[in-house]
């Protein structure tokens, strides 16, 4: 059973709802909500946000009738942007693809899982790598399957892997 999400005191202070207008301040404040945004989505393995869900509890708090609006959501998805952990998905910049880790920490991490696992020179499925029994337990088991996606065409183009495009999915053949 999942833990409940522990959610910094800042959640509960009014003020951090709104970007504040001394700059040293609204830095930090971006930061903290910066590492708010990866900690919760991760809780919930969730990889994509609209800018415009006014439901969703890390930018509502319904408790003290605070919520984001969409040009700070903004902000910080640009901050989370600046730093690899996010990128917007079009070209409004309203549904975001977010990460816990950027896309070049998740492919180095399947190459590494790849090697160990002698799987080099073999197709596997993004199926396989995000939700198969032999990837359990690795930080990127249960990644969404786009995201990973991404991250290969970063090894792609390293010439470490080759994005083959199968039926309805994709392989990824490592080198």
């Known amino acids: 059973m999942m833990t409940e999400f522990e959610w910094p005191w800042e959640y509960t202070f009014p003020p951090f709802f709104t970007l504040q207008p001394h700059e040293e301040t609204r830095n930090q404040q971006i930061k903290v909500w910066s590492d708010l945004f990866l900690r919760y989505l991760k809780y919930l393995n969730k990889f994509q946000v609209n800018i415009n869900e006014n439901t969703f509890p890390l930018f509502n708090n319904d408790a003290i009738k605070r919520r984001l609006s969409p040009e700070t959501i903004t902000v ?44 080099l020179n073999t197709i596997c499925t993004l199926y396989e790598i995000a939700s ?32 083959v495009q199968l039926d309805d999915s994709f392989g990824i053949k490592f080198f």
Request: hydrophobic residues 35%.
């Open 76 to 119: 910080i998805l640009e901050q989370l942007q600046r730093t690899g952990h996010a990128a917007p998905l079009d070209k409004r910049r309203i549904e975001w693809q977010v990460y816990s880790y950027t896309l070049e920490e998740y492919a180095n991490m399947v190459y590494d899982w790849i090697q160990q696992t002698g799987q």
């Open 132 to 163: 198969g029994e032999n990837s359990e337990g690795t930080e990127f088991h249960g990644v969404d399957e786009a995201v990973l996606l991404n991250a290969f065409r970063t090894l792609e183009n390293k010439g470490k892997c080759e994005v």
